[in-house]
C-alpha cells in the first residue's frame, strides 16, 4: 500500500506538471476533498474547502489556465499505507517560489482528501 500511495504521488506530479486534468483526477476519489488557504483566498466563499471531482475539476482547470508557467518541485515526501506528505516548490513565473507542505490521504487506492499547508 505504501508504494502504491508513491506511486500515486509520482503520477499526481505529473498530472499537475503536464496539465493532464485526466490523470489528476483519476487519482481522486469521486466525493474527494480538497483544502488550500490559497483556495480560501480566490473563492472565499468555499472558506477553503472544495468537494467532489467536478469543484475539483474546475479549480485546477482554473489554476492552469491563469498560471500556465505552474510547477511543483517535490523536495520530500514521507508515506504509509494511509497517507502521503510532501513537501514542494511551487514556481511560477514572476512569483516568488513557494515552499508548499501537502497531505494526502488514501482510501482503497485513491485519494479521498487533500490539504495544503503554506505561508
Known amino acids: 500500500m ?20 485526466e490523470l489528476l483526477l483519476s487519482l481522486y476519489h469521486d466525493n474527494a476533498e480538497h483544502f488550500s488557504p490559497k483556495l480560501k483566498l480566490r473563492k472565499p466563499e468555499t472558506n477553503g474547502l472544495i468537494k467532489g471531482k467536478e469543484q475539483l475539476r474546475a479549480w485546477w482547470k482554473d489554476a492552469f489556465e491563469r498560471l500556465p508557467g505552474l510547477h511543483y518541485q517535490p523536495d520530500y515526501s514521507v508515506a504509509d499505507d494511509k497517507s502521503v506528505f510532501v513537501e514542494y516548490t511551487r514556481t511560477v513565473p514572476g512569483e516568488e517560489d513557494m515552499i508548499v507542505g501537502e497531505v494526502l490521504f488514501f482510501e482503497n487506492g485513491l485519494i479521498v482528501k487533500s490539504k495544503v499547508f503554506h505561508s
Do not use: T, V
Open 2 to 21: 505504501k508504494e502504491n500511495n508513491l506511486n500515486a504521488l509520482s503520477n499526481w506530479f505529473e498530472g499537475f506538471n503536464s496539465k493532464n486534468l
